[in-house]
């Protein structure tokens, strides 16, 4: 069995949510004000806010997905963490300060700020709770995933749990104990994995050549379960669990283990090494779903050079729309962090302009350290003869089971913490668009801060809810490819309105309404008709899509501030004429 029950690792984990409710009832009584609920009365710390950032940011896409990926497929998974921590260049230097000094609450009043106006209100808050949904899909995939093994629990009961855990958390005590969960899951996520890195340098690099013989392993995925075969050479199929993956077979010289090596000599290592990777297809054979994973020994060069996965082919091939779609990527992580509402409304949390800067660099600091252990990570993972074949996406705590049931409990555990952060986050972001935007602002439903309070509340839950009926419906999605389409979304909504606002006198509030509506439309509708949206949502043939590429960003964000511009220009001389009859 890969996957087994262990009272340890259930005691440890009960800890976790134990402390992380208490702490949340705890703080409840600090939260009754709207300014104590949505942005924690602007009186965080700039350091806690710093790691907050992280544990913020840092979701299961950060640490499950690109660990998986980097094990499955090698440096590729890298790649998304360039560019996740890329974009807070953008944040830094763009956007920190001004968006702390123009609004109070959401990302609606720092685009509103000069307007008052009722389309701003009501896009930008739309775009709020697209694109939280949209990114609390995979933090629910990575909570179902993270569940199933550690308590024994089925993956739907695994998604429930944890959002009923998170809107606990968020309507009993708003940003106050977001901010704080958000912090000590920040703090653990990076102490934990660095120990963890540790160990793996420690132990080196151990060669399995008999790794090499292994045969297809095959998942039948029938009515009411999964049925496991194991197909190796030689031997006639039979009936059993998918063995445990993740092999070096050959390493320089011959040797059979390296012994502790450094971070540069593990890299240098594993590039003159033999790997064992992994292949999958799926297949309906007699109207029962196959997927057979194949193995293939490849060159430790091409683990380490890009273009190893299907997302980065594009880099090896002589493609142009392959290229397009990489390209696409990377400017969609590199726009998308600094217009992810659940990020922005952090910088509310803090006194000044001044805070907001520290709070930022913090926040850089740590999260770019933790993307450095992530490629050791995946790498360890990819080497430990613990991979489950079938779900890339536990790399990371099945690596932590190699040196002790306890780390796999703890590393578990904390996973879990990430995703409740991050969670927590995201639904703060999406009430806050439902009472503050909309119920206040907008429809004029409540003028009182009770009122908002409760509005928040009743959102919270709704969004709750909604977030695991998604998570159930993408389990089988790997959860950095569903960050990267959030990515994509949140930059083509709402970079265009933020950048053009800050830096172009001549915007107008029917230029923002215009760019964020067209963002959001254009950038779903590209994703639903693209070759992946074909291929893992409606299992049609990829080849058949409308659009050439799966990612967006390329085409989407231009699109915005051209809309922006172009809307912008054709208002501005009526705001002008408005303004002169008022004067007169």
Known sequence: MIYQFSWNAFLIFAFFVAVVLGLSFYLGRKARSAKGFFAAHGQVHWFVNGIAFAGDYLSAASFLGICGMIAWYGYDGFLYSIGYLAGWIVALFVIAEPIKRLGRFTFADALDSKFNSRAIKLTAAISTLVVSTFYLIPQMVGAGTLIQ????????????????VVIIIVVTAGMVSTTWVQFIKGSLLVIFCTILVGLILNRGIIAHPEAATMGIQTLVEAQGGKVTNDHPQGRGPGQGDLSPVGHVVRLPGDVKETGPLGPFKFLSTLQKSDVLLWSSKKTLENGVSVTRFTPKVVKGEEVMTPGASPTFAGIRKDNLWAKLDFISLMLALFCGTASLPHILIRYYTVKDQAAARKSTVVGIGAIGFFYVLTLFLGLGAMTSGAMDVTNNNMAAPLLARTFSQTLFAIISAIAFTTVLGTVSGLIMAAAGAVAHDLMTNLFK???????????????????????????????????????????????????????????????????????????????????????QAYKDIYHWDPAAAIVPFSQPGLVTIPLGFVVLIAVSLMTSRKVVEREAIMVA
């Open 149 to 164: 093994p550690l308590l024994g629990f089925s993956y739907t009961t695994g998604v429930i749990l944890v959002g009923v």
């Open 445 to 531: 439903v409540t003028d009182h801060e009770h009122g908002q309070v409760m509005w928040g509340k009743i959102a919270a839950v709704v969004v709750g809810i909604v977030a695991m009926a998604l998570g159930i419906v993408f389990r089988d999605f790997n959860v950095s490819f569903l960050v990267g389409w959030a990515f994509n979304v949140a930059a083509s909504a709402n970079l265009p309105s933020l950048v053009m606002l800050l830096f172009w006198k001549k915007t107008t509030s029917a230029g923002i309404a215009a760019a964020i509506t067209t963002g959001i439309v254009s950038s779903l509708a590209w994703i639903l008709m693209s070759g």
